[in-house]
């Protein structure tokens, strides 16, 4: 048996520049890998079959996780069969790209266990046939995303991000945010430099995320958390991707912690989660 964290990202800024023809955005992202995530197991089986503990998720071919199946055993050969585990934290249609992360973890374990020894470019392509955010975890921790963000380029960040994390129990499409006649393109020229070492002043002047405007007057819970957060003492609070979760980033870990006692008193109906960005 193979096990592995299949974590969870936040974006750390989110630019939409442009719609493209093939019904997608492009997009200028910074991914940040961070330390709350599901557990993938894969062990030796007559058969491959996904089971699920935790939050609900599909368990058949719409998984995620089985349609990486699929083109490994259509295109890689992939001839043995695996029981495939995931003990779900991460919520679905948060905007923290749990699926993504779990079709990304299990094809690295799959690789792995079977040897099949592919290059990253090969993991690469597979990933991105099932999903934008999804080769991002194969150059975890950071990585700045542009075209649909599957064109990635690694990059690092110092200090250590500490971060709060409030999810009101929302599902919101990406898909649906992103065809929202209120959302507002940032013109190519207007984006920030991109750097290889981003500090903790880079991140907050870059801080934006072009979907959160038309979703925030959509779902007035959102800012109302995102000033919350703020409220606590962080430095600056966002929506990551097209939500529903909120984040904040905070100077350091004591006033996150202090912070995350009282944000969880006062959203104890919500998911509200302490993380870090993952260390490698």
């Not at 599957?150 to 991000?161: A, D, N, Q, W």
């Not at 903790?200 to 072009?210: E, F, G, P, V, Y």
């Not at 038309?214 to 703020?230: A, G, H």
């Amino acid at each position: 048996m193979l096990s592995a964290p299949s974590y969870g990202k936040v974006n750390l800024f989110l630019y939409v520049t442009a719609k493209r023809d093939d019904g997608y955005h492009d997009i200028s992202t910074l991914f940040c890998a961070i330390d709350f995530y599901d557990t993938i197991k894969i062990s030796p089986s007559q058969k491959t079959f996904l089971e699920n503990t935790g939050i609900g998720i599909p368990v058949g071919k719409d998984n995620i996780v089985m349609a990486v199946d699929e083109i490994l055993r259509k295109e890689y050969h992939l001839n043995k069969h695996y029981k495939i585990s995931i003990h779900k934290r991460i919520p679905v249609g948060a905007g923290l790209a749990g699926g993504s992360s779990n079709a990304c973890t299990y094809l690295e374990l799959v690789d792995k266990a079977a040897q099949l020894n592919r290059t990253l470019e090969q993991k690469h392509a597979v990933l991105e046939c099932v999903g934008s955010d999804a080769p991002f975890f194969l150059y975890k921790p950071f990585a700045v995303g542009s075209g649909r963000g599957e064109l990635l380029t690694p990059v690092k960040v110092e200090p250590r991000l500490h971060f709060i994390l409030i999810n009101p129990g929302i599902f919101i499409s990406a898909a649906s945010a992103c065809t929202d006649e209120k959302l507002q393109l940032t013109p190519p020229g207007d984006l920030p430099k991109i750097l290889n070492l981003y500090g903790m002043a880079d991140i907050l002047a870059a801080m934006k995320n072009d979907l959160q405007p038309p979703i925030f007057l959509n779902y007035p819970v959102l800012p109302e958390i995102c000033s919350s957060i703020e409220a606590a003492g962080d430095l600056k609070a966002m929506m990551s991707r097209a939500g529903s979760t909120v984040f904040g980033i905070f100077a350091d870990s004591i006033s996150r912690d202090t912070a995350y006692a009282q944000l969880q008193q006062k959203y104890a109906k919500y998911l509200v989660i302490k993380a870090d960005s993952v260390l490698l």
